[in-house]
């Protein structure tokens, strides 16, 4: 027999992931603000061969397991991933995103559905025109809608003819036929049916005023997904909102985002960037909320180990190791 010092706790589950988006590890220079990194993005993207991109993957799920994470919710703007899904033990739910001002991708994301565990979302408020906004949160789906939100201050600033989306829609001629509503918060309120599961993504400049008109509309659970190191990585910011999603006792849910922006796909390095929160809190979110929110029912146990015992915290040395 052995004695392992350290905790016992269910699995893992990342919250918010583009697994296909593995291949840009280290492509991207970090906290160069969120224009470069679309930009970047965009001039990377190109340089790699399907095999690349297959390897890249099949690493990246391969540690995650290894880690102890059983679910992951994970964004897909195309099929690269799905066979990797396939024969990983690791329960994926892809979420097809759908975006496109000028022309929409909503027929190609529909072509996604035949993979299993797959659902339509709309990539985010700012980049999405109403009527697929309107028809993908209206179809007929158990599956939570998983939304990326207030990222930046930019979202915001584009309902009210500001910032930097709004200067960049108008110079490359862009128009969105949705400005109409007076902040991203109340479009969600307006489309996402009230009795549907839905996941925020990201929520780094969230508002209380944003929270009352959500949650004020919601009879189904609504989580609040954050990926701080993302955050951090793209635009050097930390997060700002947790508090305000805690004092509001709303459910909070982990995701890595993908490794374009972001050093590894580690939930547990991910709780790290929380100073602060207890850890049974911590450990709350990363597992119940997020098997709640993606609808798992089989979770592992792993064993996290290098704890602060004393005062159940996390340490820089902390790191999980599936058991089960
Ligand atoms: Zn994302």
Request: aromatic letters at 8%.
């Amino acid at each position: 027999m052995e004695f392992f010092p350290g905790l016992l706790c269910r699995g893992l589950v990342n919250a918010h992931c583009h697994v296909e988006l593995s291949y840009l590890l280290n492509a991207i220079e970090p906290e160069g603000g969120y224009a470069n990194f679309a930009a970047a993005m965009a001039a990377k993207r190109d340089n790699y061969t399907p095999e690349q991109r297959i390897e890249a993957m099949k690493r990246a799920d391969r540690s995650m397991w290894e880690e102890g994470i059983d679910a992951v919710g994970d964004i897909v703007n195309d099929n690269t991933s799905f066979p990797v899904k396939e024969y990983s033990p690791i329960e994926y739910h892809s979420f097809a995103e759908v975006f496109g001002l000028r022309q929409s991708n909503i027929a190609r994301c529909r072509e996604m559905l035949h993979a299993p565990h797959t659902s339509l979302t709309p990539h985010s408020t700012y980049s999405i025109q109403e009527q697929d906004m309107r028809s993908v949160c209206a179809e007929p789906s158990p599956s939570p809608l998983s939304i990326h939100f207030m990222e930046s201050p930019d979202e915001a600033l584009l309902y009210i003819g500001k910032g930097r989306l709004y200067e960049w829609y108008a110079s490359v001629g862009f128009s969105c036929d949705f400005l109409h509503y007076p902040s991203p918060a109340h479009r969600i309120a307006a489309n996402v049916p009230k009795n549907r599961p839905l996941m925020l993504v990201h929520n780094c400049y969230v508002t209380q005023q944003d929270i009352d008109i959500i949650m004020e509309h919601r009879t189904a659970p609504t989580y609040w997904v954050l990926c701080p190191r993302s955050n951090k990585y793209i635009s050097g910011i930390e997060p700002q909102s947790v508090e305000l999603l805690r004092k509001n006792r709303l459910q909070i849910c982990v995701g890595t985002d993908s490794l374009a922006s972001n050093t590894s796909l580690s939930i547990i390095e991910e709780l790290k960037a929380f100073q602060g929160v207890p850890l049974d809190e911590l450990l709350l979110w990363a597992t119940t909320n997020g098997a709640e929110a993606l609808g798992i029912k089989h979770q592992g146990w792993i064993h996290i180990s290098g704890i602060d015992h004393e005062n159940l915290r996390l340490t820089p040395q902390s790191k999980a190791h599936r058991i089960l």
